[in-house]
């Protein structure tokens, strides 16, 4: 049997967990500030120290990892901290899913391809802030979970938002900038499962983000919030279940992302997935990210969402259900369809 491994982040509590329950070895590629939080969990059963994410993918680590039969569970952090690039193409240690679809995750236009040609309905880009002639949200290329992001209704607004993150360092000088109309509605992130092995679809969960500042705003009276910039940073995620008549376009996107994902990025989408996006004034979802791995939102239903009753008869986390899919592919001569 493999030996299922993750970076100390993120959801590997999840991921090892499941992996635990599912019969495998774990392993955690751990930060060494982080190792007293992790030693904690009795379900961990080997590490790899390190002293920055980053260096996970240097050959020692990599000969490791391989030496010991890991299979990686990729997560934002691995994405974030190794970068897809170089997980594509000078990482050699098996990952769980497709190395391919972290590519096209990570560049906002091949997000955007994918998206439009799946069928989803995308908020308008603006490539010139001269353009700008609504609310938009101002995002930075490769920014790590909405870190810098900002917000302007006409050109002027946006110049004067630059200029004071700008100031405050938080936006570098020559940062590319990705401007995206604003949906104002709720913001809901759907966890779909894909298995290459029986080549079905699972809705699994839904989740909302708290992000700072940007939550804490309705605190405040309106008086107050004007000279203050909002933030998108993440600090955590609470569950939600969806009124049961909007069910059914959530598998239609989930449906025609499968399928979109096998066409432009043969074989296409692996085990877990999130459309993250905005439900309108008319209820209708606007999709404003993918993320083609596992998301931390899963981490709210170690146990099981209110969704996945419904398709499994014991307790079902997606860090579980990915353990099971392994499981299945070593079982059937089949990894290759689930590693890249
Ligand atoms: P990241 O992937 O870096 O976390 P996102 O693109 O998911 O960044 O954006 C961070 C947050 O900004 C989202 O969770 C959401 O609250 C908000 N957001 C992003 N795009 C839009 C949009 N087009 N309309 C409304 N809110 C948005």
């Not at 995750?105 to 802030?129: H, N, Q």
């Amino acid at each position: 049997m493999s030996v299922v491994a993750t970076l100390g982040s993120h959801c590997a509590l999840q991921v090892l967990k499941g992996a635990k329950d599912e019969g495998f070895t774990t392993l955690l590629v751990c930060h060494r500030r982080r190792e007293s939080l992790y030693r904690r969990f009795s379900f961990i059963d080997e590490y790899l120290f390190i002293n920055d994410f980053s260096e996970v993918s240097n050959g020692d680590n990599q000969s490791t990892l391989k030496e010991s039969g890991a299979i990686i569970v990729p997560h934002g952090t691995l994405v974030s901290e190794v970068g897809a690039s170089r997980i594509l193409n000078a990482f050699d240690v098996p990952i769980f899913g497709s190395r391919k679809m972290l590519l096209w995750e990570s560049d906002r236009e091949l997000k955007e391809k994918l998206m439009v040609e799946s069928g989803l309905r995308t908020p308008k880009t603006f490539t010139s802030p001269d353009d700008i002639d609504r609310l938009v949200i101002v995002k930075l290329h490769g920014a790590k979970g909405g870190l810098g992001y900002f917000l302007a209704d006409n050109p002027k607004s946006y110049e004067e938002s630059l200029k004071k993150l700008r100031k405050s360092g938080k936006v570098g000088p020559d940062v590319p900038l990705y401007i995206q109309e604003y949906v104002v509605g709720v913001p809901v992130y759907f966890e779909f499962f894909y298995s290459a092995l029986s080549k079905e679809l699972e809705f699994h969960s839904i989740d909302r983000r708290y992000e700072t500042t940007v939550d804490g705003f309705g605190r405040l009276p309106a008086s107050m919030q004007g000279s203050l910039l909002p933030s998108y940073v993440v600090v955590g995620n609470s569950p939600l279940v969806l009124r049961e008549s909007l069910l059914e376009q959530v598998f239609r996107m989930g449906e025609e992302f499968v399928s979109t994902s096998a066409r432009l990025v043969p074989p296409g989408m692996i085990g877990p997935f999130c459309i993250e996006g905005v439900y309108d004034e008319n209820s209708e979802f606007v999709a404003f990210e993918f993320s083609a791995r596992i998301v931390a939102g899963t981490n709210l239903y170690p146990q099981g969402s209110p969704y996945t009753p419904y398709l499994f008869d014991k307790p079902m986390s997606m860090g579980r259900r990915i353990a099971v899919e392994i499981k299945e592919a070593e079982a059937t001569g089949s990894l290759s369809k689930v590693t890249t």
